[in-house]
């Protein structure tokens, strides 16, 4: 899980998930360490943040999201409870599928009505010699806007070939996602630079500790 820090024009989020929904439910960082966690998304507009710079919708349309939740305070505090809870979701159902296991029935559930409402917001595009679904061009002010690409990226990646890719960090406090590419499908870190590196540090300390113990 990369530390990232906060700057004058806002929060650098990691996007190194190799999927969409990967990044958004990686916006918690130690996850898996209660006393250590730390929550990237502080409301609506860090929300918004998120989806400028992941992608899916342009840094104006964000701005233009953020401020017409500062307007609609009510409605964008509801939004973001719900993406907050897509974002439970999605850790808990694909943390299950990288454990090799199956995803809890009534979380599946649920992704499955996000789904649907997600999916009448789309209509099928011609794309070169073939089609893809494409979110309707929404009003300026829906705030529902930025999660329809967060479902549409776990429902894709659901029913994919790729599921057996699917990894959650294996450093004990952090449980990032991961789409694991490399060749033999070996990879173990959300990235070798931090969580890796880590492990090297602790695994080398506990041999010399051991070596020290045991002269």
């Known amino acids: 899980m990369p530390e990232i820090g906060l700057s004058a024009s806002g929060f650098q989020f990691e996007l190194t998930g190799g999927a969409l929904c990967f990044d958004f439910a990686n916006t918690v960082d130690s996850r898996c360490a209660p006393k250590q966690r730390v929550d990237n998304l502080t409301g609506y507009a860090a929300l918004a943040s998120w989806a400028s710079q992941s992608g899916v919708v342009s840094e104006r349309k964000a701005n233009d999201l953020a401020r017409a939740a500062e307007k609609q305070s009510d409605a964008a505090g509801k939004v973001f409870r719900k993406a907050v809870e897509l974002r439970?979701?999605?850790?808990?159902?694909?943390?299950?599928?990288a454990g090799c296991g199956r995803p809890p029935e009534p979380d599946l559930l649920l992704l499955g009505s996000y789904a649907q409402e997600a999916f009448s917001h789309m209509r099928l595009a011609a794309k070169g010699n073939g089609f893809?679904?494409?979110l309707d061009q929404p009003s300026h002010d829906?705030?529902?806007?930025?999660?329809?690409?967060i479902v549409k990226s776990a429902v894709e990646?659901?029913?994919s070939g790729d599921l057996?890719?699917?990894?959650?960090?294996?450093?004990?406090?952090?449980?990032?996602?991961?789409?694991?590419?490399?060749?033999?499908?070996?990879r173990r870190w959300c990235d070798m630079k931090i969580c890796g590196n880590r492990e090297k540090v602790r695994r080398h300390r506990r041999i010399a500790s051991g070596m020290h113990?045991?002269?």
């Open 142 to 149: 829906s705030l529902m806007t930025l999660l329809w690409p």
């Open 132 to 134: 893809e679904w494409t």
């Open 157 to 159: 990646l659901l029913v």
């Open 88 to 97: 439970e979701t999605i850790y808990r159902v694909f943390s299950a599928i």
């Open 213 to 215: 113990a045991n002269p």
């Open 164 to 186: 057996a890719r699917v990894r959650e960090c294996a450093a004990n406090n952090c449980g990032w996602l991961f789409m694991d590419r490399s060749r033999n499908q070996s």
